[in-house]
């Protein structure tokens, strides 16, 4: 089945992994069945074992082959066309991550499998995936958002293998990134707007410690400041009563929906009686109410930079850029 020659000028490891190839094309191998050992095909051939696993390795990555404690290597996939593998790691998925994916998807060709899973922002999960899938993939692509911590899971893959998403932690700096600057985009476009924003009483940011990242927090306490603009910072909508004069800053959906329904039960007009902003621009964004005013990245851009790092193995920190989208909500 493996078939390894003397001077062809063909790595043995690379003739080790045409070999399995071969033998699933002809039928030979099929899903299932199982691989001669590492021992076995280093006798046979007279090999270095460190030249056997680095075959094995490589077919594991593609995904054509799974090892199984214990019990040796076994054929996961008869799809052979799959170069490479990617794992990528999101928090959640909603219509602009979708549109990261999509574009990411696109821009990396054929040939490509990519492999999505979501933490959901809890902890223990995100360890899990990680760990569950060490050294099953040729590149990882890991969204940390706002966890803690992350290094210590993230470390246990091969560095020259993993790239960041969206947010850039301290100690992740090492490794490669397309990110946003949060603090930087909430003061640069709540200045451009500042105009407007005077025309209102209080600045409110509805901010949840356990999925927004500190830096916008900061960022808006740091304009409101400078710009001695009265501020509140609440966690929560419920139980609250909009008040006449308020302007908000949502970055998440579901609480844009709640504004938008509060302000209407208290017959307050948008704009005029309440202002919104909210973050990442969406279809529904430009319908809704006449226009949401937004502060969004392009997702779309971020997924096409990421796919281009990684076809090129370039190890760059890139930041992408947010800008504002001014409608009739302000």
Do not use: W
């Amino acid at each position: 089945m493996i078939k390894v020659k003397q001077k062809i000028g063909v790595p043995k490891y690379r003739q080790i992994i045409s070999s399995v190839e071969d033998a699933i094309l002809t039928g030979t191998l099929k899903k299932g069945d199982k691989l001669p050992s590492i021992n076995r095909v280093k006798d046979d051939h007279k090999l270095s074992r460190d030249t056997v696993l680095m075959a094995f390795n490589e077919l594991k990555a593609r995904g054509i082959i799974q090892s199984i404690v214990g019990k040796g290597y076994y054929v996961a996939s008869e799809h052979i066309e799959v170069s490479q593998k990617v794992f990528l790691l999101f928090d959640e998925l909603n219509s602009f991550k979708e549109d990261l994916y999509n574009s990411f998807l696109e821009n990396l060709g054929d040939n490509i499998q990519v492999d999505i899973f979501f933490h959901h922002f809890n902890e223990n999960l995100f360890n899990k995936l990680i760990y569950d899938n060490v050294g099953d993939y040729n590149y990882y692509v890991v969204m940390p958002a706002i966890l803690k911590n992350t290094r210590a899971s993230i470390q246990n893959l091969p560095q020259d293998k993993v790239y960041i998403l969206d947010q850039l932690h301290e100690d992740l700096s090492e490794y490669p990134v397309v990110y946003q600057n949060f603090e930087k985009a909430i003061k640069n476009n709540l200045t451009k707007v500042l105009y407007l924003l005077k025309e209102y009483n209080t600045m409110v940011l509805v901010f949840s410690e356990a999925r927004q990242p500190e830096a916008m927090k900061k960022g808006f306490i740091d304009f409101c400041k400078e710009n001695k603009m009265p501020y509140k910072i609440v966690s929560t909508l419920r139980d609250k009563r909009l008040e006449k004069g308020e302007v908000y800053i949502i970055p998440e959906d579901k609480n844009l929906l709640r504004v938008i329904k509060m302000m209407k039960s208290q017959d307050f007009k948008l704009a005029k009686d309440i202002g919104i902003i909210s973050y990442n621009d969406t279809l529904l964004k430009e319908l809704v109410e006449g226009g949401i005013t937004t502060i969004s990245t392009d997702f779309k851009k971020m997924g096409k930079c990421l796919a281009e790092m990684i076809l090129n193995k370039q190890p760059d920190q890139i930041e992408n850029t947010n800008n504002l989208i001014i409608r009739n909500s302000l």
